[in-house]
């Protein structure tokens, strides 16, 4: 839905008021399960990118923390640790989400994954792949950077303690990922518009091709103006909320289970 949304020059079949008018349109006319299209990919994408991400995240938040704030808590530790997590994260995560939103548009020619990777690469070329990494780092760095700020803030408002809780877990998730989503979606909606280089789009550009932050910025302002850098706002918290909250919980149940198995094994000794 928030790729739709995003859409800056869409079909006129493709046309939604908000994000229920554009979920129950897709699902009577394309088919129910037309909402789900590129869920495989993400999902083979975000082990590998989540692992990396929290692995770092914890390790870099652990050292600085104690270099910044011996034994305590910081929030520049958390920003910092999580805008240098976001690099690995990305990198792993970049070529699926190109294939994702590419399998989302409307009249979308790909029916399978393969097929949207085999014509991306002979078509663009390995870089088309990686060709919006830059701006998803624009995005995702500062993203990512309100998002852990707000839940270590979240959590010791919460959860001072620090104790494993999952109702805080969850509840710090959602809203730090509303607070990051809302703030950068004018980056994501350049981001959707190097990743699809919508067709439509393209006649404004001159090169043919849109490539870079700068150029996308652009585009999006010659298409729709400053409002066109808010399109998909609505839908973009609405996903971001329950995948934070999710993403949070879930890391920290494991993070919970570990840490007491590791405790247990200490004391067997």
């Known amino acids: 839905l928030q790729t739709r949304m995003q859409s800056l020059r869409p079909e006129p079949a493709a046309r939604y008021r908000n994000v229920l008018e554009a979920l129950w349109r897709i699902a009577r006319t394309e088919g129910v399960w037309r909402p789900m299209r590129g869920m495989n990919i993400t999902a083979t994408g975000a082990g590998p990118a989540h692992a990396l991400y929290f692995a770092c995240y914890e390790k870099l938040k652990k050292t600085l923390s104690d270099v910044i704030h011996a034994g305590g ?29 590419r399998m989302q548009m409307y009249n979308s020619p790909y029916q399978r994954v393969t097929d949207c990777v085999r014509a991306v690469w002979h078509n663009e070329g390995a870089g088309a792949f990686y060709r919006s990494y830059t701006t998803q780092l624009t995005m995702n760095i500062p993203f990512q950077a309100i998002h852990f700020m707000t839940y270590e803030f979240l959590q010791e408002q919460l959860n001072p303690h620090r ?107």
């Open 73 to 101: 808590n910081s929030h520049v530790a958390n920003g910092a640790a999580g805008c240098v997590a976001t690099l690995l994260h990305d990198a792993a995560m970049n070529p699926a989400e190109v294939v994702k939103q």
């Open 163 to 269: 104790q494993y809780n999952p109702g805080s877990h969850v509840v710090s998730g959602a809203c730090a990922g509303a607070v990051a989503a809302a703030a950068t979606t004018p980056l994501d909606v350049c981001k959707t518009l190097l990743n699809t280089q919508e067709s439509l789009a393209l006649s404004s550009n001159i090169s043919g091709h849109i490539t870079g932050m700068a150029n996308a910025f652009r585009t999006v302002y010659q298409v729709g103006g400053v409002t066109a850098y808010f399109r998909g706002v609505q839908a973009r918290v609405i996903y971001q909320m329950p995948s934070t909250a999710i993403a949070w919980s879930v890391y920290e149940f494991f993070k919970y289970i570990l840490t007491k198995r590791q405790e247990e094994r200490r004391a067997g000794k």
